[in-house]
């Protein structure tokens, strides 16, 4: 056997010391050997773990902190909840990176075949293995083309004896038609909210939906008693994104509108403020400055969503042009249809009249992620964490 050299210090050998040795085992490749050293000062109890698959023997003493901190990450470990989390092929990549964010979410497959004619052919590996599981899925309603098919599923999880469903989708994706402006409109937002109200009941009770972020705050009224809404906001990610910046204490916050200033504003009350509004100039709807000064700030301009990223635009050329050093801008969900994106310039190092410093979005939209990842002035700011958390609830 090699000398122990352990990591910290052990009683000098003045003291005298007595080592107890509770049940070796010597079949296992790698044996735990709790010891309890004495001396006339303070006893302490170590761990001493034998790695006996090499030649020579490798013995790893721990000190009594380091069990105990062992034992508790065992013990937090075990009182969390464990989760089952299937998901859609486009929700890939934030799944994997939700399950490495903790060790009591387990990634579960699902087989995405289409049948000759196109319509969907599906199946839930492992079924039996969810019995009296807490079971999730990860949704991503990008087009209406995958809703049919993942609804599919969400109907079919919580029928399969499962202690609780959660269905988390980032991006209610028809949000903005949420009113009936003239007779004969849709409210699509209505629509789907009913869709997901019908959710079969899992033996545990109503599905729990996640939601960041949704368009407007009145949608929540518009799902039935059979599921339980859980509305989620990306702000906090922002946040501590602003709080690594080197110049965060010259940060400005900046609406587009009234309804974002609504929803927002309290969650950013400590920084400086500007609201813009659009003014109507004959038949052009021009944005202006309705309160607060950007002059010599780093504005940030926030929003829920961007589509085609006009009034952002808009909101660039304002600011620049009443003195903003720099200018940036966050949206929890950036759709950008027909790679409306490539709109959106790098200020190459601080001209806010040609572009931006950030452009970042979170991964709820994971086909504009696809394009923009890697692209300044875009920055990606992951749900992943606040998507773990979530599943805890």
């Known amino acids: 056997m090699s000398a122990i050299s352990p990591p910290h210090s052990l009683p000098s050998s003045s003291s005298k010391a007595q080592i107890k040795i509770r049940n070796p085992n010597p079949i296992h490749s790698r044996n735990r050997i709790h010891c309890e050293l004495k001396n006339t000062s303070s006893p302490q109890k170590w761990t001493v773990d034998c790695v006996s698959s090499t030649d020579p023997i490798h013995i790893i003493l721990k000190p009594p902190n380091s069990v105990q901190m062992s034992s508790s990450m065992d013990s937090s470990l075990k009182n969390s909840k464990r989760v089952c989390l299937f998901y859609c092929p486009e929700m890939k990549c934030l799944a994997e990176r939700i399950a490495s964010e903790s060790d009591a979410i387990e990634l579960r497959s699902i087989s995405w075949r289409t049948f000759e004619d196109g319509f969907p052919n599906l199946f839930i590996s492992n079924a039996q293995g969810v019995r009296g599981q807490h079971v999730a899925f990860l949704a991503s ?62 033996r545990g009770g109503p599905t729990s939906l996640v939601i960041f972020d949704i368009h407007a705050l009145q949608e929540r009224f518009y799902f039935g008693d059979n599921v339980l809404p859980c509305f989620e906001s990306g702000i906090p990610l922002l946040l501590n994104r602003l709080q690594q910046l080197p110049d965060s204490d010259n940060i400005t916050i900046a609406f587009p509108d009234d309804g974002a200033w609504k929803r927002f504003h309290k969650q950013l009350q400590h920084f400086p403020m500007v609201v813009c509004a659009k003014v109507r100039e004959g038949d052009q709807r021009i944005v202006r400055i309705k ?11 926030v929003d829920d969503l961007v589509q085609s990223g006009g009034t952002l635009l808009e909101c660039q050329k304002v600011l620049a042009k009443h003195g903003a050093t720099k200018i940036s801008a966050y949206v929890t969900h950036g759709i950008f249809p027909n790679k409306s994106w490539e709109r959106f310039k790098h200020d190459e190092g601080g001209n806010p009249e040609s572009g931006m410093t950030y452009f970042w979005l979170t991964d709820s939209c994971p086909e504009t992620v696809k ?18 958390s979530a599943l805890q609830i």
Request: hydrophobic content about 45%; aromatic content about 10%.
């Open 141 to 202: 309603f990008n087009s209406p083309g995958v809703i049919f098919e993942q609804l599919s599923v969400i109907y079919a999880l919580p029928k399969l004896f499962v202690s609780s469903f959660t269905l988390v989708l980032p991006f209610f994706p028809t949000g903005t038609s949420e009113r009936m402006e003239d007779e004969g409109d849709v409210a699509t937002a209505f629509t789907l909210a009913r869709i997901l109200s019908n959710i079969p009941i899992s």
């Open 291 to 301: 309160e607060g000064e950007p002059k010599g700030r780093h504005v940030v301009i």
């Open 371 to 388: 394009h923009v990842k890697h692209k300044p002035p875009f920055e990606v700011i992951s749900l992943a964490a606040a998507i773990s």
